[in-house]
């Protein structure tokens, strides 16, 4: 996901106003199992022979979670090697756009299809491209840069988007220990 701006015609605190909002969509649930035989562990680390692809996979674990071991809870640090553990996997992943929208005021100086020069409410003049297609509002109708004139009051928003993504895993894991 990447982040998206429109024009800027922001500068001035006086003018503006800017208002944030985070917006959640859809989570993903993803299930999966994982199963693999205990090679090595330390308090807070394990390393599987994974079952059946035969890969070596290290694993992070809270020193305080537990496996059911033949129906005892067992922490990382008191497994042994050999023991036969199967995870079952929850993932959410749930996308979230961090989005602020500021919304600002001024004069039009003048005005060319492709730029234009705005008076702010300090009275600075400031210049700035218009991207091809941007509307200007100006009294409740939607202008291009091309339609603008010298001593119209514009308004302007400007939206940026910062997507990121929450994920939660949850797992429950039981095993066997050697016999």
Do not use: C
Request: glycine share 8%; aromatic share 6%.
């Amino acid at each position: 996901m990447v982040g998206a701006a429109a024009l800027v015609l922001v500068s001035v605190a006086l003018a503006q106003t800017e208002t944030k909002e985070t917006v959640a969509g859809t989570a993903t649930v993803t299930k999966m199992k994982k199963q693999g035989e205990i090679i090595a562990t330390g308090s807070n680390w394990l390393i599987a022979k994974m079952i059946p692809d035969g890969e070596y996979s290290l694993f992070y674990v809270d020193p305080a979670k537990q496996a059911m071991v033949d129906g005892v809870g067992t922490v990382a640090a008191d497994l042994k090697p050999g023991t036969i553990l199967t995870a079952e996997v929850t993932v959410t992943e749930t996308p979230i756009v961090d989005r602020t929208t500021t919304v600002t005021q001024s004069t039009v100086y003048w005005a060319s299809p492709k730029s234009v020069i705005v008076t702010l409410e300090d009275g600075g003049n400031k210049e700035y491209d218009v991207p091809e297609g941007f509307k200007f509002k100006v009294d409740d109708k939607e202008l291009s840069a091309m339609d603008l004139k010298k001593g119209m009051k514009i308004t302007a928003t400007k939206i940026v988007e910062h997507p990121r993504a929450t994920i939660v895993m949850e797992s429950a894991v039981a095993g066997t220990a050697p016999k």
